[in-house]
């Protein structure tokens, strides 16, 4: 599972970003805290991967329906999506979610 992850790192001006793509819980399944028990799991995954390719921070980019989830999760908004109207761009630092892990 780890290494399915290895591809989408991508380092931006010296950082190691890791972003979550095509995330989400269907509507019928929200409020049951599927959501964040899968954000927990990709968390543990991205800080196992963290070893070997060295990520310092981890992006999604979000319906604005979702970005109050996404801060309950500890990322934090730093700007909207350039080219997609209604997406918000959040990001959190690996040192967070090891703070969180622990």
Known sequence: MIYSLY??????SGISLHPIMYFGVNNKYQGNNYGKLLMSYIFEQIHQLSF???ITLIQVHALESAVDF???????????????????ALAITLKEVEDMLL
């Open 70 to 88: 996404y801060k309950k999760q500890g990322f934090d908004v730093y700007g909207a999506h350039k080219q997609i109207k209604n997406i918000e």
């Open 52 to 54: 070997f390719v060295g």
């Open 7 to 12: 591809p989408l790192l991508k380092v931006v």
